[in-house]
């Protein structure tokens, strides 16, 4: 038996509940949604060649989000815009604290690194791809080739279609590929950010947390040249006219409700192998989670009484934060669940139910994932610092992308980097000129000895030659400082313009640039190219090896088969309930008011603003209150599957109206990523009934207001 791409066919169950699934939209028509409580036709979803919902859902940035106006209003979290607002804010006009409201479109704020894209049409490549791979290819060279395969793919279709975007997502690993085509749009402005006290109430401390009153939103527009093909950024731009708007529900939704979210969820790893899990689980994440913890307290450090350093590592700092606690729960849901011991058993279960021909190469693959995930912990040391000094070293970065960019720009298009594609070419620069404005030279000069002398400790065979070059000195460790604080204060690098001025200079004129940290970026530069080779040659062997491994699994489990997660465009369903994760532990499914009240302090990240104070007390008079409540509601639960990605996505109900506007997840849904359960899996919204009260409680916001519910209305 052969499964190939029927893989990618799912056979539902007749259970109408909450169901674990991230589908992709070629599953739609697959799906029992209206039996689950949709009221609309599935084809009024997505439907190929006409306007429908999805044409309303956008991928921004890294989040989703919505249209909301025919004028290119897109609804998104706060969290998601945190970029753009910190990009446009200072200790004298700092938008993070105070908020930002455009009262009229000149006075909306480019949002210079951030792209919109709209998912138009699909098509399944899998046959034309997997026609490169020759048996004779090692396992490097097969990556390579489905890279060049796809990079074609991708050319061809822009040049069909010379104002869209074209991308391909592997469906199922090693074995299914389906090449995407968006409407993409370049020109995306900030248009609204609530103050801090809102937007990003409660903090790290309340992140992953139930109860949670954080009202997450944003509002973003995007825009078109005036002939309506995509531009980058001029003030004479006009907003983008969307093919369909999704229109807001101001009564909201109510306990025991259907309702669906269609996202762009980005990675999730339930198909991964038990080997896999537990390295994760054992090494992966409390590393990562220690070093994360180590960045955000010297973070913290320098931040301290230095508004302007604040503001500037705050993104950085954020996105750490997240991580480290969302791995922290992951770990917690991993260790309660059992989950490895659960995966194991689960795999000899499938291994005993395979036929006898099966059964061989079954053990053989699961002890083959064993083999290079124990590799991976041998070398896991080596490869993190190698991966994190050009990660947290913003100079060391930029010295390492001056000397890449004139290796890759040197190529044919097709065998560049992906980043430095001429489709890619113009974000890439936007992308590293918003990340030099927040270097921190004290930052990197920390990183920098952490990270050598972290290296300095590796087995004799893993040395990195480069920075042992520190160690040659009298006396390292101590004028190591002295060395790194020199080198920090005097690279030309930190001057963005100078770093544009290596971009333009050959491989050879760079080697002689008389810069510390250009040298040691140019000598890490075949130490991380080796790296990047094993990365392909692994990727290669595990694609073969979970391709086989999932047709197995399906052979012997048969029904249902849902691909992982990859950041293309996913529909999830379910229903707004609680949960009882734990003994003892309820959890309701709406926040209110209330909760603001009870949690409001003198001291961020609890500090709520004055007039949202004034006006919870006097609540009684808007109409936005729960009915059953009789409070305005702030947070919903809802037991859909969602994951990272999925921040931003429309909350839609029934009638395909949106309610609430997903942010986060439970604590105990951390695991979803790996493992999915109707009885702990909960995401968490941000209640449409608080949003739209928030924008009617100032007079700058009203107009936004009005815009939002005029499609409502009609």
Request: glycine share 6%; proline share 4%; aromatic share 10%.
């Amino acid at each position: 038996m052969k499964l190939n791409n029927v893989l990618f066919i799912l056979l539902l169950p007749a259970l109408l509940l909450a169901v674990a699934g991230m589908f992709p939209m070629q599953q739609l028509s697959t799906l029992p949604l209206q039996e689950a409580g949709l009221a609309i036709a599935p084809e009024e979803i997505f439907a190929a060649d006409s306007a429908r919902i999805i044409d309303g859902i956008v991928k921004v940035g890294g989040c989703s989000g919505a249209f909301i106006s025919e004028n290119g209003l897109i609804l998104t979290n706060h969290h998601c815009a945190y970029s753009a607002i910190q990009n446009h804010s200072s200790a004298a006009g700092d938008l993070l604290t105070n908020g930002f409201t455009a009262s009229k479109r000149s006075e909306e704020l480019p949002a210079k690194s951030y792209t919109v894209r709209i998912m138009n049409q699909y098509q399944d490549v899998s046959d034309t791809i997997l026609s490169v791979i020759e048996s004779a290819m090692d396992y490097g060279e097969r990556t390579k080739a489905i890279e060049q395969i796809s990079k074609k793919l991708i050319a061809e279709a822009e040049a069909k279609h010379p104002d869209k975007r074209a991308e391909i997502g592997e469906m199922t690993q090693g074995k299914v590929y389906y090449l995407f085509l968006y409407t993409f749009l370049k020109d995306v402005r900030l248009v609204y950010a609530p103050p801090i006290g809102i937007g990003n109430f409660g903090g790290e401390i309340d992140n992953w947390e139930w109860p949670r009153h954080t009202g997450d939103f944003a509002l973003m527009r995007a825009y078109t040249a005036p002939d309506g093909s995509n531009a980058s950024y001029h003030p004479d731009n006009i907003p983008y006219t969307p093919k369909h708007v999704i229109s807001v529900e101001p009564a909201g939704t109510q306990t025991g409700d259907f309702v669906f979210i269609a996202g762009y969820p980005g990675q999730t790893y339930r198909h991964r192998s038990a080997s896999y899990f537990q390295y994760r689980q054992e090494l992966l994440m409390p590393k990562t989670i220690q070093w994360y913890q180590w960045l955000i307290e010297k973070m913290d450090i320098l931040s301290t009484d230095d508004p302007e350093t604040e503001i500037r590592l705050a993104s950085r700092k954020k996105s750490l934060a997240n991580v480290e606690k969302k791995y922290r729960g992951q770990q917690l849901g991993m260790e309660r669940l059992n989950l490895i011991q659960k995966k194991q058993t689960q795999e000899k279960i499938n291994s005993e139910k395979l036929a006898l021909e099966y059964q061989k190469s079954y053990k053989q693959i699961l002890s083959d994932l064993g083999e290079i995930y124990a590799n991976e912990r041998k070398n896991y040391e080596h490869n993190f610092i190698l991966n994190q000094i050009l990660r947290q070293s913003n100079l060391l970065y930029f010295g390492y992308k001056a000397f890449e960019t004139t290796i890759e720009r040197g190529k044919t298009d097709l065998d560049r980097e992906t980043e430095y594609m001429d489709r890619n070419w113009e974000l890439t620069q936007k992308r590293w000129q918003q990340r030099h404005k927040d270097l921190i030279r004290e930052m990197d000069q920390i990183v920098m000895s952490s990270l050598i002398k972290r290296a300095w400790r590796l087995p004799s065979d893993q040395k990195i030659a480069p920075l042992e070059k520190f160690r040659k000195k009298r006396n390292a460790e101590k004028k190591l400082q002295k060395n790194l604080e020199k080198m920090v204060n005097t690279t030309r690098l930190n001057d963005y313009s100078e770093f544009e001025k290596l971009l333009e200079m050959s491989p050879e004129a760079l080697k002689q640039v008389k810069d510390p940290f250009l040298q040691i970026a140019i000598s890490l530069y075949p130490l991380i190219q080796k790296n990047k080779e094993a990365d392909k040659s692994l990727k290669g062997r595990t694609d073969e090896l979970y391709g086989k491994l999932d047709e197995m699994n399906q052979m012997a489990q048969g029904g249902a088969y849902v691909p992982d997660a990859n950041s293309t465009l996913r529909l999830t369903y379910g229903y707004i309930e609680g949960a009882e994760p734990r003994d003892g532990i309820k959890y309701e499914a709406f926040t209110t008011v209330t909760g603001l009240l009870e949690k409001n302090s003198a001291v961020p990240p609890f500090r709520l603003p004055d007039w949202l104070i004034d006006a919870i007390h006097n609540e009684a008079e808007n109409k936005y209150i729960h009915p059953e409540l009789r409070k305005v509601p702030v947070c919903m639960l809802y037991s859909l599957d969602t994951t990272g990605g999925n921040s931003g996505s429309a909350v839609l109900n029934r009638y395909g109206r949106l309610v609430g506007l997903n942010f986060d997840r439970a604590l105990e849904a951390t695991i979803n990523d790996f493992h999915w359960s109707p009885k702990y899996s909960r995401s968490i919204g941000v209640d449409i009934r608080y949003i739209l009260w928030i924008l009617s409680l100032q007079d700058e916001s009203l107009p936004l207001l009005q815009e939002i519910l005029e499609k409502s209305m009609n």
